[in-house]
C-alpha cells in the first residue's frame, strides 16, 4: 500500500518519460555512476516530469535487497545512500539539474 503523497496524484506514471523509451536503458550492465550507460538513463530521468513521484515510489517500496536499475535518476548505491540518510553523488546531482 502506497502511503506516500504523490505531487501528480495516484495516475502519475501516465506522465513517466520512460513510457516513450526502451525499458533497457535503466536497466544497464555497467552501473558506474559517471558513465555512459548510466547519463543515458539519467538524462531520460532528468527530463522526467514526474521524477518527484518515482522517488517517493521507489524509496518507499523498493526491497533494499533487490534494488537493480536506473530509477528517478539514481543508480541502486544512490538510492541505498538516500534510504540511510547520505548524501548522493554530485553526478546523479549534476544530471538531475541539467
Ligand atoms: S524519473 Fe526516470 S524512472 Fe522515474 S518515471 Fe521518470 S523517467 Fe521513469
Excluded: K, N
Excluded at 5 to 21: L, Q, Y
Amino acid at each position: 500500500m502506497t502511503t506516500a503523497t504523490h505531487p501528480h496524484g495516484r495516475d502519475w506514471r501516465r506522465d513517466a518519460a520512460c513510457a516513450e523509451v526502451d525499458p533497457e536503458i535503466f536497466y544497464p550492465l555497467d552501473l558506474d555512476p559517471t558513465g555512459p550507460a548510466v547519463t543515458a538513463a539519467r538524462q531520460v530521468c532528468a527530463g522526467c516530469p514526474v521524477r518527484l513521484d518515482c522517488l517517493l515510489d521507489v524509496m518507499e517500496g523498493e526491497d533494499p535487497s533487490r534494488r537493480w536499475g536506473i530509477t528517478a535518476g539514481l543508480t541502486p548505491d544512490e538510492r541505498a545512500a538516500v534510504s540511510a540518510g547520505r548524501r548522493i553523488s554530485p553526478a546523479w546531482a549534476a544530471a538531475v539539474a541539467a
